[in-house]
């Protein structure tokens, strides 16, 4: 009985893990780096970039910074291929993101 508990248990798992790695999307390539889309990011709001990353929102992959302005918290999105600003909200103080 628990030979066949074991073989049940090892097959669950791996069903488990080939259906968790087949929903991790995998990044299309990009044609801005994340430098370059830094920098248009801190165009459009300057302050300091307290975290950046390509990230995928919506069904869009976009390159998304958060930037301190004093107290407040400005997230620009920045499309990867264009360089087109397609978020510009603030973040609510304490809000987690």
């Avoid at 889309?37 to 992959?61: D, F, H, M, S």
């Avoid at 990867?80 to 397609?86: A, L, R, Y």
């Amino acid at each position: 009985m628990k030979s066949c508990i074991l073989l049940g248990l090892s097959g669950v798992t791996t069903i488990c893990a080939v259906s968790a790695a087949a929903t991790v999307p995998h990044p299309p390539a990009a044609k801005l780096t994340l430098a370059q889309a830094r920098a248009i990011a801190l165009k459009k709001a300057p302050g300091t970039a307290v975290e950046g990353e390509y990230e995928e929102e919506n069904g869009a992959w976009r390159y998304s910074f958060d930037i301190r302005q004093g107290k407040r918290i400005h997230e620009i999105g920045v499309d990867p291929n264009t360089g087109k600003i397609v978020e510009d909200s603030y973040e609510s103080p304490g809000k987690p993101d």
